[in-house]
C-alpha cells in the first residue's frame, strides 16, 4: 500500500468504460480542447490541484450551478452526482476529498 502523500498522487485515476461516451459528448468538448474559454484541461495535474483542493462540494456546486465559463451541468443534463464526481476525479488525475 503507497502510505506517503506523493506515492499516492501519483496514481492515475482512469475513466469508467461506460463514462467515456458521457465525457466525449460532454466534458471534453471543453475540458479536452485547449483552443476552449480557458477550461482546465483534462489530465494537466497542476491546472486541476487548486480546483480540486476545493472539495466534492464546491466541485460539484460550479458543476452543477456553473461556474464562469463552466456551463450549469457541464453540457451533461442527465449526469448524477457520482458520474460528475468520477469525471472530475478523471480530468483532475485525482480524487476528489470526500468532505
Ligand atoms: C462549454 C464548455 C464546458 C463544458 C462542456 C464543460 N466545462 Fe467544465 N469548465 C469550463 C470552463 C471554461 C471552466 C473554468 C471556469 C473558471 O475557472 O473560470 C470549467 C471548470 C470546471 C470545473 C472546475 C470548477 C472550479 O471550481 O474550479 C469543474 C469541476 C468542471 N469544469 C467540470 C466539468 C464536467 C464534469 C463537465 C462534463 C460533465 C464539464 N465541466 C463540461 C467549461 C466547460
Known amino acids: ?13 482512469g475513466l469508467d468504460p461506460a ?5 466525449q459528448r460532454s466534458c471534453s468538448v471543453c475540458h479536452s480542447n ?7 484541461l483534462a489530465r494537466d495535474r497542476g491546472a486541476w490541484a487548486p ?10 456546486d460550479h458543476t452543477i450551478n456553473g461556474f ?3 456551463p450549469p451541468m457541464g453540457a451533461c443534463a442527465d449526469c448524477t452526482e457520482e458520474q460528475y464526481v468520477a469525471l472530475i476525479e478523471y480530468m483532475a488525475n485525482a480524487k ?4
Request: charge should be negative.
Open 19 to 23: 463514462l467515456e461516451p458521457v465525457y
Open 68 to 70: 464562469n465559463g463552466m
Open 96 to 99: 476528489i476529498k470526500d468532505e
Open 34 to 40: 485547449a483552443a476552449t474559454t480557458g477550461a482546465p
Open 51 to 60: 480546483r480540486i483542493a476545493q472539495g466534492r462540494e464546491v466541485l460539484l
Open 1 to 13: 500500500m503507497p502510505s506517503t502523500a506523493q506515492q499516492a498522487s501519483a496514481v492515475e485515476v
